[in-house]
T-cell receptor, first 107, second 115 residues
Framework: AQRVTQPEKLLSVFKGAPVELKCNYS??????LFWYVQYSRQRLQLLLR??SRESIKGFTADLNKGETSFHLKKPFAQEEDSAMYYC?????????FGTGTRLTIIP | DGGITQSPKYLFRKEGQNVTLSCEQNLNHDAMYWYRQDPGQGLRLIYY???????QKGDIAEGYSVSREKKESFPLTVTSAQKNPTAFYLCASRKHSGAPRNEQFFGPGTRLTVL
């Protein structure tokens, strides 16, 4: 069975401060991990994936197989980062989501 | 912003009635998925289909049914057997090969309220 855990339901961070959203997973095979974001009144969209090792909107995430983690980080939070963030694992032809973290940036 | 469309945006039904939610995609994607989104529970997979005329149960299939008669369409029926149907329903699609690999594209969602 595959599982994704996001321990924080809510996270509030001051503008300009660093952000880290935690994600841990369990999967017996080689995982493919994603971060999805849902801004207010917008559809769920892909933020980044571990395979491409890219930085999107200043966010990065590194897959740590030893710790089975895929934490999302940004060095300086911006107000427009306020949104719902989901970590997801693709395996067995399906995507399994964590319960999500609502990030609020305090001006 | 086409791609995946879901209709209607809001749906109200009386308890005991079946209701069908529409999902259409023009991305020529092979696989389609239905999720249910509830506060604090994330997205949970209801049903998915890899090819036309074939589909598999997800984690919470009880009380739901689907069909996949056309590649572009994957309607979801919420039956009266679903004990807690009021929720936000999301449809997604994915292509089997080529880039972007394994990325799912989501529709705007349908909010179903059972009175």
């Amino acid at each position: 069975a595959q599982r994704v855990t996001q321990p924080e339901k809510l996270l509030s961070v001051f503008k300009g401060a660093p952000v880290e959203l935690k994600c841990n997973y369990s999967y017996s095979g080689s995982p493919e991990l994603f971060w999805y974001v849902q801004y207010s009144r917008q559809r769920l969209q892909l933020l980044l994936r571990h395979i491409s090792r890219e930085s999107i909107k200043g966010f990065t995430a590194d897959l740590n197989k030893g710790e089975t983690s895929f934490h999302l980080k940004k060095p300086f939070a911006q107000e427009e980062d306020s949104a719902m963030y989901y970590c997801a694992l693709f395996g067995n032809e399906k995507l399994t989501f964590g319960t999500g973290t609502r990030l609020t940036i305090i001006p | 912003d086409g791609g995946i469309t879901q209709s209607p945006k809001y749906l109200f039904r009386k308890e005991g009635q079946n209701v069908t939610l529409s999902c259409e995609q023009n991305l020529n994607h092979d696989a389609m998925y239905w999720y249910r989104q509830d506060p604090g529970q994330g997205l949970r997979l209801i049903y998915y289909s890899q090819i036309v005329n074939d589909f598999q149960k997800g984690d919470i299939a009880e009380g739901y049914s689907v069909s996949r008669e056309k590649k572009e369409s994957f309607p979801l029926t919420v039956t009266s057997a679903q004990k807690n149907p009021t929720a936000f329903y999301l449809c997604a699609s994915r292509k089997h090969s080529g880039a972007p690999r394994n990325e799912q594209f989501f529709g705007p969602g349908t909010r179903l309220t059972v009175l």
